[in-house]
């Protein structure tokens, strides 16, 4: 089998979190993806909410204007986001669900049910040269959903799986791998990127990463809380060796 390379992407919103709740500029969340990068990361994501809740508008400007590799918008298909998105030009573009009372994106779009209402938000971004990604349940008929929308890349919903890591539930362990399995090798054999992400850490990430349609991996909460303790470059250089460490079981 010919495997495509790995790629991590660093989301840095929880940086935001810890500045927020003091107020003023510190720590900089510009400043974690320059490290980051630095220390192995390929790409960088930053999740703009309605409610502002981290990230902010002047951080999206300035990584647009610092960063030197792919910056991936991830946002909700509302009109506000898209008009931002279409100033901003990203590289990607992320959409997710948010509801105002969570603490993180929960679960995948539901892109069967919103089918309407998300192809001229596909369609409006794709316009502005920004690829599209949908965060979406690792599910076969949502594979083909998202192609029927038209947009290029997928990015599976690991929570589920992460969270049977985290009981050492062997069973449900096996049945989400089975399901990233399935999702991924239907995705990429009808013309989908597929991308994964939510909840891995160095525990959850072997696995995933070593399912071979899998192109790219976007992770944050984990690196930020392991940056208190080791330091962000290492945190990101621990993940990037286990990325690796998953990718070579990979059967050549």
Same mark, same amino acid.
């Given at each position: 089998m010919n495997t495509l390379p790995l790629r991590l992407g660093v989301n840095i919103d929880h940086v935001a979190t810890v500045r927020n709740a003091r107020g003023g500029t510190h720590p900089d969340p510009i400043r974690a993806a320059h490290l980051a990068v630095l220390a192995g990361a390929d790409g960088i994501t930053a999740h703009l909410r309605e409610d502002?809740?981290?990230?902010?508008?002047?951080?999206? $400007?300035?990584?647009?204007?610092?960063?030197?590799?792919?910056?991936?918008?991830e946002m909700a298909a509302t009109s506000e986001m898209i008009g931002l998105a279409a100033q901003l030009r990203p590289h990607?573009?992320?959409?997710?669900?948010?509801?105002?009372? $969570?603490?993180?994106?929960?679960?995948?779009?539901?892109?069967?049910?919103?089918h309407a209402s998300l192809r001229p938000a596909i369609q409006e971004l794709k316009g502005e040269g920004i690829r599209v990604?949908?965060?979406?349940e690792p599910e076969v008929e949502v594979m083909d959903a998202a192609c029927d929308l038209g947009a290029p890349v997928v990015e599976l919903h690991t929570g589920?799986?992460?969270? *049977?890591?985290?009981?050492?539930? $062997?069973?449900?362990?096996?049945?989400?791998?089975?399901?990233?399995?399935? *999702?991924? +090798?239907?995705?990429?054999?009808?013309?989908? +990127?597929?991308?994964?992400?939510?909840?891995?850490?160095?525990?959850?990430?072997?696995?995933? *990463?070593a399912i071979p349609q899998i192109v790219e991996l976007n992770i944050g909460h984990f690196l930020i809380g392991e940056a208190i303790f080791l330091g962000l470059d290492e945190a990101v250089r621990a993940m990037r060796a286990a990325m690796d460490e998953g990718r070579a079981q990979v059967p050549a």
């Open positions: 502002r809740r981290h990230i902010r508008d002047q951080d999206m $400007e300035r990584l647009k204007r610092q960063l030197f590799v792919p910056l991936n918008f990607a573009a992320c959409l997710v669900p948010e509801k105002r009372e $969570e603490r993180t994106t929960e679960g995948g779009l539901d892109i069967i049910g919103a990604s949908l965060f979406v589920t799986y992460c969270e *049977a890591v985290l009981e050492g539930d $062997e069973a449900r362990i096996a049945h989400e791998l089975a399901r990233l399995r399935r *999702a991924a +090798e239907h995705g990429a054999g009808i013309g989908l +990127e597929i991308h994964a992400g939510h909840g891995l850490d160095l525990n959850s990430v072997r696995a995933v *990463a």
